[in-house]
């Protein structure tokens, strides 16, 4: 089932002396349950994808759908409601609440959306991140590896059709960012999760089953 179709999708910032296209044209797709990586250098285009595919940015032409729903067609506020329950974000810097606890962060778009976590899943969640023993921690009591696999919990706990990852590993050592993308990789496997994961690493990608690469906003590779 495809859950993810962009279609002829373009952003240009800036006119006519300052004017960058940031995408051109660009189309693809995704199946549900794939882990798929989209690949470029700075500059290349894959951040501002990874904006418009999450509902955060609005493109100047082309169309985004997401399980059904053609995103950019909705209100501002059916895509905020859309962006909370169906989007997933692991950011780089983790974006943790510094006076949640562990549990609380996880939970947080669940109580913004007025929704009460099921306590097994909640529970489940917390053992396949491995913080059962730190559920009552602060971030600052966190290492980074910890912190980003709160993030992670954070972005699955809404059940969204997709979990946008921003170069998840951008700020880890080599150890901490081995055991967040077996992580995602094992998220992907056991709940069926689409990952669309966002890097400039190459040898990072090749855990993703597909790969596609982007260059001066247009797609230069896709297996």
């Known amino acids: 089932m495809e859950i993810v179709k962009v279609d002829n999708l373009s952003k240009i910032y800036g006119k006519d002396n300052t004017k960058v296209e940031a995408l051109d044209n660009v189309s693809f797709s995704i199946e549900e349950g794939e882990f798929v990586a989209i690949v470029g250098a700075s500059g290349s285009g894959k951040s501002t994808l990874l904006h418009l595919l999450g509902g955060v940015d609005r493109p100047t032409s082309g169309n985004v759908i997401v399980n059904g729903k053609n995103i950019y067609k909705l209100k501002d506020d059916d895509l905020a ?59 600052n009591e966190l290492s980074g590896g910890q912190q980003q696999r709160v993030s992670i919990g954070r972005a699955l706990v809404t059940h969204p059709a997709i979990v946008l990852a921003d170069e998840p590993t951008g700020n880890l050592d080599s150890k901490s960012s081995d055991e967040i993308i077996n992580l995602l990789k094992k998220c992907n496997k056991e709940y069926k999760q689409t990952i669309i994961m966002i890097t400039h690493n190459m040898e990072l990608a090749k855990v993703a089953d597909r790969i596609i690469v982007i260059e001066d906003g247009h797609i230069k590779g896709d297996n």
Do not use: C, M, S, W
Not at 94 to 105: A, C, D, G, Q
Not at 111 to 130: P, Q, S, V
């Open 81 to 139: 409601i859309f962006r909370r329950r169906e989007v997933g974000l692991v950011y780089q810097f983790y974006n943790l609440i510094p006076i949640l606890n562990v549990v609380e962060n996880i939970t947080l778009p669940l109580d913004l959306d007025g929704r009460k976590a099921d306590e097994k899943e909640l529970n489940d969640l917390i053992k396949l991140l491995g913080l059962e023993n730190r559920k009552n921690h602060l971030p």
